[in-house]
C-alpha cells in the first residue's frame, strides 16, 4: 500500500525559507521519478520539481533558481527545500511520482500547506 506523507509547511514572511519532507511507503524513491507539486486555491496542481531515478533534476520557470528538490534513499525520503519564497508559493504542496502514483485512480497524501506572507 502506497503512502506519501507530506510535512514542513507553515506560515512564513516573503523571502524567508521552509524545507518540506516527503515520506514515502509502499514504492521506493530512489527507482522512480519523483516530484514535488503545488496547488494554489483556484487553481490546477501543477508539478515544480522533479528527480530522475538517476538524480538530474528539473524545475518549473516559477521556483527555479529558489527551490531544490533531493532525496534519501536510505531514509525513502524527499525533500524541497525553498528559499527566497514569494506570495505567489502560497500553495498546498505534494509529493508523488511523476507521473502520479495511480491504481484505477491518481493516489495523493494529505500534502502541507504553505503560505507565505507579504
Known amino acids: 500500500q502506497v503512502q506519501l506523507v507530506e510535512s514542513g509547511g507553515g506560515l512564513v514572511q516573503a523571502g524567508g525559507s521552509l524545507r518540506l519532507s516527503c515520506a514515502a511507503s509502499?514504492?521506493?524513491?530512489?527507482?522512480?521519478?519523483m516530484g514535488w507539486y503545488r496547488q494554489a486555491p483556484g487553481k490546477q496542481r501543477e508539478l515544480v520539481a522533479r528527480?530522475?531515478?538517476?538524480?538530474?533534476?528539473n524545475y518549473a520557470d516559477s521556483v527555479k533558481g529558489r527551490f531544490t528538490i533531493s532525496r534519501d534513499n536510505a531514509k525513502n525520503m524527499v525533500y524541497l527545500q525553498m528559499y527566497s519564497l514569494k506570495p505567489e508559493d502560497t500553495a498546498v504542496y505534494y509529493c508523488?511520482?511523476?507521473?502520479?502514483?495511480?491504481?484505477?485512480?491518481?493516489?495523493w497524501g494529505q500534502g502541507t500547506q504553505v503560505t507565505v506572507s507579504s
Open positions: 508523488n511520482t511523476d507521473p502520479p502514483y495511480a491504481i484505477a485512480r491518481p493516489y
Open positions: 528527480i530522475s531515478s538517476g538524480g538530474s533534476t
Open positions: 509502499g514504492i521506493m524513491v530512489r527507482i522512480n521519478a
